[in-house]
């Protein structure tokens, strides 16, 4: 039997109420640090409680994010998550991930406190 190699797949979104801020810019200051964290948390609670949930690993916020032309309360948000596959599992299903994660955030309007723009989600791409 091989072991079950670990594998990683993005999730990116748009916080609506989350004024960015050149702090978020700086993986070193103190509220990019405390964002991540929040950030990790939410997404750790929310995918153990999804399909992957057994081999799921954890999800590591990598970024923040102003995009040019949007509002200036809003934030995107890069994340990479981990999971074991298994040599004999069928490949991640990013579709019925994706659907999981929109039931779970109120039709992707909602994660814990945040509000997100419900066409921004997007899980591997």
């Known amino acids: 039997t091989t072991a079950a190699a670990l594998e990683h797949f993005t999730v990116n979104f748009t916080i609506t109420n989350l004024p960015y801020s050149s702090d978020l810019e700086n993986p070193e200051s103190a509220k990019f640090r405390a964002t991540r964290r929040v950030m990790n948390t939410l997404?750790?609670?929310?995918?153990?409680?999804?399909?992957?949930?057994?081999?799921?690993?954890?999800?590591?916020?990598?970024?923040?994010?102003?995009?040019?032309?949007?509002?200036?309360?809003?934030?995107?948000?890069?994340?990479?998550?981990?999971?074991?596959?298994?040599?004999?599992?069928?490949?991640?299903?990013?579709?019925?991930?994706?659907h999981q994660v929109s039931n779970k955030t109120r039709g992707i309007t909602q994660l814990g406190p945040y509000s997100l723009d419900k066409d921004s989600l997007y899980i591997n791409g």
């Open 43 to 98: 997404l750790d609670r929310l995918l153990k409680e999804s399909s992957i949930g057994p081999v799921f690993q954890g999800c590591e916020t990598t970024d923040f994010r102003y995009e040019p032309g949007s509002h200036r309360d809003e934030t995107r948000v890069d994340a990479v998550c981990t999971y074991s596959k298994e040599p004999s599992a069928a490949p991640l299903d990013r579709v019925g991930l994706y």
